[in-house]
């Protein structure tokens, strides 16, 4: 009976895309599953009450689709080529289920309510989990179910969404969640892309101000970080010798820097190695928890804290610190909560160590550095039709190897790092343009131009393709269609909610 109802087929309809936009944080089974059903749902909806002829609006996203089917379509049944298509089936699907559900506020409220506490239990689930391993914490535990990227990204979209379809203190609260989370998983990314956008919402004389506030900040952060992170002029003499009278060893051609501070200088390998048993029971020469040796990682800790390497430097570490060491913390930031100030110093240092050396390896910007560059070379030499999506890593690699890049295999084996890079390799620069005008299509709408929050979806994912092969996970694709959709609904497009 319920069934013969189109409410009801409404109403199940709408409940199975808020498990999509549930397992948008937290589950790509959730992801999967109701998308099925929400589909499922949303025709026997239509069928029901009158399939209607789809607007212009809702043909890009599939039409996006059969253009990333073509390319991919001469390497069948490579694997690449398969997994490539099975990814992209939300361009395919959920416009459609959208369209034959078209969504109310009420949806809209719903569904962004359901993404805000998926993303609320996984912030719980990825502090328990950090919990646990504490002293020793990275980033990505607080985002145990997808990438720090993608829930850098998730968090600034459902932020503004609750500005627009929210009221009272409730949006405040959320935004304020968000930063602190942002905060947490170290995403850079996400906080730049939000310093850099949010100020599109403001009117245009706070725009101005917020300009120049972020001027300011960039300034201000470049002298903080020059003064801070990277090292300071070299004293004219070494001393030979600790104040215990043992001999210390210098590596003058190791740029390795903690804090401004040159890692393989003032090393006494006596006293440290003397010094530790004192204070651990783990050999000095063992791995620590992320499987890595332990002295070099006591080295790095004491140049993060600008001591000498030698037993007056072990002496002034408090036990809480050795138990870092032991956990795998190499830098005194990683211990502060939130440890933001530790991703920014390794941003820092990698570009040092890899602007002295060559060496991109273990390095996430450098990494990126080095296969953007191979990849521009490959296109190069394949400007037209590119070099199909079963021959690009395997190019890519050959590529990086002629060239003589440092990369090691593992890493030389990805691909680009780099969405538009990654669109013109498998089919060429022409296929690219293509995609470039499907995607600024919503543009020349002025439904689409009218919503600011369009506006800075538009921005932020752009700029997110430049760092990120974002369409190349499954939580990748659905967050770039879901939003594409969201943000562009009439509901939204009237503009910001008062």
């Not at 009976?1 to 790509?28: D, E, H, K």
């Not at 328990?128 to 990438?147: N, T």
């Not at 101000?209 to 992170?229: E, W």
């Amino acid at each position: 009976m319920a069934f013969a109802i189109p409410g009801n087929l409404r109403q199940f309809g709408v409940f199975c895309l808020g498990l999509m936009a549930f397992g948008l944080p937290t589950s790509n089974t959730l992801m999967s599953v109701g998308l099925a059903l929400g589909l499922f749902f949303s025709l026997a909806y239509a069928l029901r009450s009158g399939i209607r002829r789809p607007d212009l609006a809702y043909t890009l996203l599939p039409a996006l689709f059969v253009l990333m089917a073509m390319a991919v379509l001469p390497a069948l049944p490579d694997a690449a080529a398969l997994r490539e298509l099975r990814l992209k089936i939300p361009f395919l699907l959920l416009p459609l289920a959208w369209f034959w559900l078209k969504p109310q506020r009420s949806d809209l409220r719903l569904w962004l309510w359901l993404t805000a506490i998926g993303c609320f239990l996984s912030f719980l689930a990825g502090s328990f989990h950090s919990f646990q391993l504490w002293p020793q914490v990275q980033p990505r535990h607080f985002s145990p179910y997808i990438s720090n990227v993608r829930m850098g990204t998730l968090l600034l979209f459902c932020s503004l969404g609750f500005f627009y379809l929210d009221s009272g203190w409730r949006p405040y609260v959320f935004l304020a969640f968000s930063i602190l989370y942002l905060l947490f998983l170290q995403a850079m990314t996400a906080l730049m892309l939000g310093a850099i956008l949010l100020p599109v919402l403001f009117s245009p004389r706070v725009r101005i101000i917020s300009a120049f506030a972020l001027l300011l900040s960039i300034f201000t952060l470049g002298f903080y970080t020059r003064k801070t992170y990277l090292p300071g002029p070299e004293p004219e003499f070494y001393p030979k010798f600790s104040s215990e009278g043992h001999p210390y060893q210098y590596d003058f051609n190791d740029p390795s820097i903690e804090n401004g501070n040159y890692v393989f200088r003032y090393v006494c390998p006596y006293e440290l190695r003397r010094e530790w048993p004192r204070r651990s029971q783990i050999p000095i020469d063992s791995n620590h928890a992320l499987d890595y040796p332990i002295y070099p990682t006591l080295i790095r800790y004491l140049s993060s804290r600008g001591l000498r390497k030698d037993a007056e430097g072990m002496k002034a570490l408090s036990d809480q610190e050795i138990k870092a060491v032991e956990s795998g913390v190499a830098n005194c930031l990683e211990l502060e909560t939130p440890a933001i100030r530790a991703r920014w110093h390794e941003l820092i240092r990698d570009m040092h160590y890899y602007l002295k050396t060559g060496n991109p390896n273990h390095k996430s910007l450098p990494i990126r550095l080095e296969l953007w560059k191979g990849a521009i070379e490959l296109l190069k030499k394949e400007p037209l039709v590119g070099l199909g999506i079963d021959s690009l890593r395997p190019a890519l690699k050959k590529q990086l190897q002629a060239s003589d890049s440092l990369l090691n295999d593992h890493y030389s084996s990805l691909n680009p790092h780099n969405q538009w890079l990654f669109l013109a390799m498998i089919a060429g620069i022409p296929y690219l343009v293509i995609w470039l005008l499907f995607w600024i299509a919503p543009l020349f709408w002025k439904a689409f131009r009218s919503s600011r929050y369009f506006l800075f979806y538009f921005c932020a994912m752009s700029l997110a393709m430049f760092t990120e092969d974002v369409l190349d996970t499954q939580a990748g694709v659905a967050q770039f269609v879901w939003f594409w959709l969201f943000t562009s609904n009439p509901f939204i497009s009237e503009g910001l909610k008062k």
